[in-house]
């Protein structure tokens, strides 16, 4: 069955910090992955998303995603963290739906 | 551009009481639809999904269920809500490649007392 893991429950990084949030997909040759980003009682934000081509994907508010199909894995990467990147992050897979990970709460310190 | 609306934003209920949350999406059409629901610590559980009016595919067994009775309306309904009910309550929609873009509603918060 299609699953997608995301291995880290809780990350917290430094402010200005570089940041990799895992994860790691089951299902596909030709898997199609997002990101999408929590913050607290909203909504999810697309963040970025991987159909084909260039396994370097750039998202918004200076995210990016790396898809390496012998990993297995859609990580997701930012070189410097900001305080208001702190929220639930989200990686998905897409099938007759889209399936979710269980999520990786980043929190930022100062 | 396409828009989704999901009310109510939040929502407290008795156990045993009936629930109904609509979603609907304006800007396109045949649109495919989900249900998802988040509860604390456990990710995104898909509930339902929708590729067309009176269809309706379940993910979960329980005592909630779907219905799609315009091209842009989905509903999640209960006779009797349970404790374990509560969570945030997401809709989504999506075009009918598996590639195309989700984008869901801001939630209903619904808590079961």
């Known amino acids: 069955a299609q699953s997608v893991t995301q291995p880290d429950i809780h990350i917290t990084v430094s402010e200005g910090a570089s940041l990799e949030l895992r994860c790691n997909y089951s299902y596909g040759a030709t898997p199609y992955l997002f990101w999408y980003v929590q913050s607290p009682g909203q909504g999810l934000q697309l963040l970025l998303k991987?159909?084909?081509?260039?396994?370097l994907v750039q998202g918004i508010k200076g995210f990016e995603a790396e898809f390496k199909r012998s990993q297995s894995s859609f990580n997701l990467r930012k070189p410097s963290v900001h305080w208001s990147d702190a929220a639930e992050y989200f990686c998905a897979q897409a099938g007759t739906a889209l399936i979710f990970g269980k999520g990786t709460t980043l929190s930022v310190s100062s | 551009s396409q828009t989704i609306h999901q009310w109510p934003a939040t929502l407290v209920q008795p156990v045993g009481s009936p629930l109904s949350l609509e979603c609907t999406v304006e800007g396109t059409s045949n649109p495919n639809l989900y249900w998802y629901r988040q509860a604390a610590g456990r990710g995104l559980q898909l509930l339902f999904y929708?590729?067309?009016?009176?269809?309706i595919s379940s993910e979960v067994p329980q005592n909630l269920s779907a219905s799609r009775p315009q091209d842009r309306q989905f509903i999640l309904s209960s006779k009797k809500l349970l404790l374990s009910d509560s969570g945030f309550y997401l809709c989504?929609?999506?075009?009918?490649?598996?590639?195309?873009?989700?984008?869901f509603g801001s939630g209903t918060r619904l808590t079961v007392v």
């Open positions: 991987y159909f084909s081509g260039d396994t």
């Open positions: 989504a929609w999506s075009g009918s490649w598996a590639g195309s873009g989700y984008t």
């Open positions: 929708s590729v067309g009016i009176g269809q």
